[in-house]
Nanobody
Framework: QVQLVESGGGLVQPGGSLRLSCAASGSIFSINDMAWYRQAPGKERELVAVIASGGSTNYADSVKGRFTISRDNAKNTVYLQMWSLKPADTAVYYC??????????????WGRGTQVTVSS
């Protein structure tokens, strides 16, 4: 019954910016960590950024200083603000969240992904 839905992806020029959103819905009791992953063509899925329930954050070295992860607990939503985008940032971006549902179980959930393409 729990699902994550990403939005905000698209085509941007190098140096541009985008803000991704991911909203969790369903039978949610509590959400712990929320994170963004990405997968580029021919590469494995990699962690981009993670934010804990208390607000602490961690980033991949490749995006430090350019991306910011944030969350709105009242809306069960996590965001990824991206600045100074590079062609190497082109990938499908996935939302992930650790959620305790009314089924009384902790599970990790994935969104279906949103495409970000950086090209001139």
């Amino acid at each position: 019954q729990v699902q994550l839905v990403e939005s905000g992806g698209g085509l941007v020029q190098p140096g541009g910016s985008l803000r991704l959103s991911c909203a969790a819905s369903g039978s949610i009791f509590s959400i712990n960590d929320m994170a963004w992953y990405r997968q580029a063509p021919g590469k494995e899925r990699e962690l981009v950024a993670v934010i804990a329930s208390g607000g602490s954050t961690n980033y991949a070295d490749s995006v430090k200083g350019r991306f910011t992860i944030s969350r709105d607990n009242a809306k069960n939503t996590v965001y990824l603000q991206m600045w100074s985008l590079k062609p190497a940032d082109t990938a499908v971006y996935y939302c992930n969240a650790h959620i305790y549902s009314y089924a009384k179980t902790w599970s990790y959930y994935w969104g279906r992904g949103t495409q970000v393409t950086v090209s001139s």
